[in-house]
C-alpha cells in the first residue's frame, strides 16, 4: 500500500469544552497517512491520478475554520469521513494534537484509523 503523507498540518478552529475555549479559536496539529496506489502518477508524472496534497491540506483548513466542536475526537471523525467522501480515499491514518491543553504535555489528541487498507503491490 503507498501512502501520501501530511505531516504536522497546523489549522486554526474552535475546538474545546470550556465557555472560554467556544469563545477563541485554538492551533490543532494534524499528520496524515492517506492510502492510494501512486504507480500511475510516477510513470506519467500527472498530478491529477494521485492524492493532490495541496488540495487536501486546503480543504482540511477550510473544514477547520467553518467547523466548531467540543472534543478531538469529534474533529478527527468528521474530518476522516468528510476527506474519505470529498476525495475517494479507501483507507486513512489521521492523528490530531491539540498543543498546551494539559500543564506539562507538549499535546494531547487521537489516532484514529478509516477504511480498508489497499493490499500490497
Request: proline share 0%; charged share 20%.
Given at each position: 500500500m503507498d501512502r501520501v503523507l501530511i505531516e504536522a498540518l497546523d489549522v486554526d478552529t474552535v475546538i474545546g469544552v470550556y465557555d472560554w475555549e467556544r469563545t477563541i479559536t485554538q492551533t490543532l496539529s494534524l499528520d496524515l497517512q492517506l492510502a492510494t496506489d501512486i504507480r500511475s502518477a510516477a510513470q506519467t508524472d500527472d498530478l491529477s491520478l494521485t492524492l493532490d496534497y495541496a488540495a487536501i491540506s486546503q480543504r482540511i483548513d477550510a473544514f477547520a475554520k467553518q467547523h466548531a466542536f467540543a472534543l478531538v475526537e469529534t474533529f478527527?471523525?468528521?474530518?476522516?469521513?468528510m476527506l474519505q467522501e470529498e476525495f475517494g480515499i479507501a483507507w486513512l491514518?489521521?492523528?490530531?494534537?491539540k498543543p498546551g491543553a494539559v500543564p506539562n504535555a507538549r499535546a494531547?489528541?487521537?489516532t484514529i484509523e478509516r477504511g480498508t487498507r489497499l493490499a500490497n503491490h
Open positions: 478527527a471523525e468528521r474530518l476522516a469521513a491514518q489521521l492523528t490530531v494534537r494531547v489528541g487521537v
